[in-house]
């Protein structure tokens, strides 16, 4: 069971913009930096979002990030076919003591 | 640049012991952390754990009675043991390099335990 809520999935078509939500709690989101990972079937995690609404170096700013309590959102605009694939928030849990995963959205373009 | 390779056996029986090594190869070693990550088939990812390049460890409490990871900062190293498995720790295991904006991933090696 993750402790980060996700949406199972999402679609939108080519030029579109998106937007995939991340609901958390004091104990992750609300006290802690988010991360978002896109996953593509078959390879690693590539990390697309840091501290919130950082990109790292390479990664388009089609991609943005953006925190407000205890919920973290995704924003993909300019949809584009290579963007299907499944997208993960994270962030550290105080009560836990180590992150956490949200379940993962399924993102379609179709 | 960065490389994260992972090896390990692939194919345990219930009740064995996971052991699964990444080699770091290029760049720093220091001031990272270094975790593990698992997907089950058709599941979404968990954290097993990670360690710093000095040694300290934190673990999912989910998991932490049966893992321990280690790290060989003169190799390179980092390992990852999960004793006493049963079929629900069948999955693809990464191993990675994080750091704020860096975020450096094994190649991934299935699981698959199995008697």
């Known amino acids: 069971q993750s402790m980060l809520t996700q949406p199972p999935s999402a679609s939108g078509t080519p030029g579109q913009r998106v937007s995939i939500s991340c609901s958390g709690d004091?104990?992750?989101?609300?006290?802690?930096?988010v991360y978002w990972y896109q996953k593509l079937p078959g390879t690693a995690p590539k990390l697309l979002i840091y501290k919130n609404n950082q990109r790292p170096s390479g990664v388009p700013d089609r991609f943005s990030g953006s925190k407000s309590g205890t919920s973290a959102s995704l924003a993909i605009s300019g949809l584009r076919s290579e963007d299907e694939a499944d997208y993960y928030c994270?962030?550290?849990?105080?009560?836990?003591?180590?992150?956490?995963f949200g379940g993962g959205t399924k993102l379609t373009v179709l | 640049q960065v490389q994260l390779q992972q090896w390990g056996a692939g194919l345990l029986k219930p009740s064995e012991t996971l052991s699964l090594t990444c080699a770091v190869y290029g760049g720093s070693f220091s001031n990272y952390f270094y975790s593990w990550i698992r997907q089950p088939p058709g599941k979404g990812l968990e954290w097993i754990g990670e360690i710093s390049h000095s040694g300290s460890a934190n673990y999912n409490p989910s998991l932490k009675s049966r893992v321990t990871i280690s790290v060989d900062t003169s190799k390179k190293h980092f390992s990852l043991k999960v004793t006493s498995v049963t079929a629900a720790d069948t999955a693809v295991y990464y191993c990675a390099r994080e750091n704020d904006d860096v975020s450096d991933w094994g190649q991934g090696t299935l699981v698959t335990v199995s008697s």
């Open positions: 004091n104990s992750n989101i609300g006290d802690n930096y």
């Open positions: 994270a962030a550290w849990d105080d009560n836990l003591s180590g992150q956490v």
